[in-house]
C-alpha cells in the first residue's frame, strides 16, 4: 500500500467518524431545530466527500468504500430518549456544549487530513486529485466555523444560565 493510499483511508476513516458524530448529534439534540436540520446538511456534504474519495483511491490502491456507516436505529432510539428525559432537567445545554466541542475537534481532523491530501496532491501535480481536496477541504472549514460559532453561541447560555 502506497503513503498516498494510507493518506486517503485515515482521510475516509475521519470523515467517517464526522458523518457518525453529525448524525449522532441530530439525534440526541432533536428537540434543537438548528441542530437537526445543519447537522443533516453537513452529513450530505461528508457523505459526499466519501463518494468522491472512493473514485480516486483505485489510482493509489486504497481500497475506500463509497457507503458510509451510519448510525443504528436502536442506538438513534436510546438516545432520542436519553435526550428527552435531559431535556426536562437543566443539563442538556452542557451536553450539548460537549458535543460540540467533539464535533469541532473531528471536524478539524477532516479539514487537516484534506490539507495533507492537498499538500501529496501538489507534490504528485495529480491535478483532479487538488481540485477534489481543495472543494472538500473548504467544505469541511464551513463544518468547522459552524461547530465553532455554535459552540461559542452554547457556551454563553450552557455556563451562565442557572
Request: one cysteine or more; charged letters at 30%.
Amino acid at each position: 500500500m502506497t503513503k498516498v493510499a494510507m493518506a486517503l483511508e485515515d482521510l475516509r476513516d475521519a470523515e467517517q467518524d464526522l458523518v457518525i458524530d453529525l448524525e449522532r448529534m441530530a439525534e440526541k439534540h432533536h428537540v434543537d431545530h438548528e441542530i437537526v436540520h445543519v447537522s443533516r446538511d453537513l452529513v450530505r456534504w461528508s457523505v459526499d466527500h466519501l463518494a468522491r474519495l472512493a473514485d480516486v483511491a483505485p489510482r493509489y490502491g486504497a481500497d475506500i468504500s463509497a457507503e458510509p456507516k451510519h448510525t443504528h436505529d436502536l442506538a438513534a432510539k436510546a438516545r432520542r430518549t436519553a435526550s428527552d428525559l435531559l431535556g426536562r432537567r437543566h443539563e442538556p445545554s452542557l451536553a450539548l456544549l460537549e458535543d460540540l466541542r467533539d464535533l469541532y475537534g473531528a471536524a478539524s481532523r477532516v479539514q487537516l487530513d484534506w490539507e495533507v491530501l492537498a499538500q501529496a496532491a501538489q507534490a504528485l501535480q495529480d491535478r483532479e486529485l487538488v481540485e477534489l481536496a481543495e472543494q472538500c477541504r473548504s467544505q469541511t472549514q464551513r463544518q468547522v466555523t459552524w461547530a465553532e460559532t455554535k459552540l461559542k453561541e452554547t457556551a454563553a447560555q450552557a455556563l451562565v444560565t442557572p
